[in-house]
């Protein structure tokens, strides 16, 4: 048994800001990246010059053949540091999937380990022209020949096979997910940076959408976008005097070593195990059990992890998530239900990756939702799939 985070508690979350979410800014995305992490940085009270640590992690997540160029389909840590304009003492990218709990780890380690004091943490998101997973590979070589030749590549078959395999083990009715996408587009629409601010969706709206790997429709996926968001981070003694509420860590987990498979074969079992370790491994760091959260921000970048989550994390029985969400178990606008996608997630924001759950935690920790504002003191957020991805336990007080 993992023990208990011995940072926990002594690293907060002092300031942020977020860019409009688009389906393609009219700016680089680097040029983005620095209004908005200069942005945060006088949220949290500070000037360019306190900054001493920059980190991310700087996947572009596609599975086509768009090129990556660092400031314009992607911004790295390096990248942003070298231009705010500051000397820091700490930069550092984090490599995997999992982007934001990595990123959490490697600025709170550093804060924790005295190799910065006030650390920029930020996701820069890229939607290139032309379609998001387009690839005109003629020949695959690799592990990949025994798959795309078949037509299984990239991540909706992914995850269509392990989704249909939940809907056939648990006799559920892939209609119910409508709760799921309908939840995250309503709450999305509150949100004034979303790509879906005003646009609510009904249940008619996601069964009228097209399959676009049965049984997963096109409004089961997140919306690729351009957004940036960044978050300083600090140690709890420095917060004190920041001009926030400061809204702690308590604790975080990544993602195990998953069986060999094909590549990207994901079957329901190895989700399921791999993300019972992911939780065991956060419930102890944090010191808290699945009854404490009052606030579970599960990641929604495709929809059937809303169920792999709440199922994982303890907050339903195994193969019940269906029926939990489809008897209203997930609508935050009813005190029963819980809020697990009060913040739209991607699906209500746009491809954001872990962004929305990240900053849904601290804008309601910290007193700072506005109208949307909800009565929490720990909040989690997910990120990726529980298997390969991770989570954060984040606090109003040290735990």
Not at 58 to 73: C, E, I, K, L, Q
Not at 111 to 126: E, F, Q, S
Request: aromatic residues 8%.
């Amino acid at each position: 048994m993992t023990r208990r985070f011995p940072a926990g508690g002594h690293i907060a979350v002092v300031g942020f800001a977020h860019s409009m979410v688009q389906r393609r800014f009219d700016r680089p995305l680097g040029a983005v990246a620095v209004d908005v992490a200069r942005t945060a940085i006088a949220d949290a009270g500070l000037t360019p010059e306190a900054i001493d640590g920059f980190v991310t992690s700087a996947m572009f997540p596609t599975a086509g053949a768009h090129a990556v160029r660092d400031g314009t389909s992607t911004v790295t840590a390096n990248w942003l540091a070298d231009r705010i304009g500051t000397d820091p003492r700490y930069v550092a990218s984090f490599q995997g999937v999992g982007q934001i709990p990595g990123s959490v780890a490697l600025a709170v380690n550093a804060i924790a380990a005295g190799a910065a004091d006030y650390v920029v943490l930020h996701r820069a998101l890229h939607n290139p022209a032309g379609g998001y997973h387009d690839n005109p590979l003629s020949v695959v070589t690799g592990p990949q020949q025994w798959t795309v030749p078949q037509g299984y590549g990239g991540p909706l078959p992914m995850i269509a096979l392990p989704y249909n395999e939940y809907l056939r083990r648990y006799d559920a009715d892939p209609d119910a997910m409508a709760a799921v996408v309908v939840e995250a587009r309503k709450n999305g629409a509150a949100i004034p940076w979303s790509y879906w601010h005003g646009r609510p969706l009904t249940t008619a709206d996601y069964l009228a959408a097209p399959m676009v790997s049965d049984p997963m429709r096109r409004l089961d996926c997140d919306i690729p976008v351009d957004g940036v968001a960044a978050f300083v981070l600090t140690s709890a003694e420095r917060a004190r005097d920041l001009p926030h509420r400061p809204v702690y860590i308590a604790g975080y987990a990544s993602s195990g070593v998953n069986p060999p498979r094909l590549p990207s074969h994901w079957p329901l079992d190895d989700i399921m195990a791999g993300g019972a370790d992911t939780v065991r491994r956060l419930w102890a760091a944090a010191g808290v059990g699945p009854g404490e959260v009052d606030l579970p921000q599960l990641y929604d970048g495709f929809s059937p992890f809303v169920y792999f989550w709440l199922e994982a994390l303890g907050l339903c029985p195994v193969g019940e998530a269906h029926r939990f969400v489809a008897d209203g178990g997930i609508d935050s606008d009813s005190p029963a239900g819980l809020p697990v996608l009060s913040g739209g997630g991607a699906l209500g924001n746009g491809r954001m990756h872990g962004i929305p759950q990240m900053l849904e935690c601290y804008l309601q920790l910290s007193g700072r939702a506005g109208p949307r504002q909800r009565a929490a003191t720990v909040a989690l957020a997910c990120h990726s799939a529980p298997h390969y991805g991770g989570a954060v336990v984040y606090a109003s007080e040290p735990l």
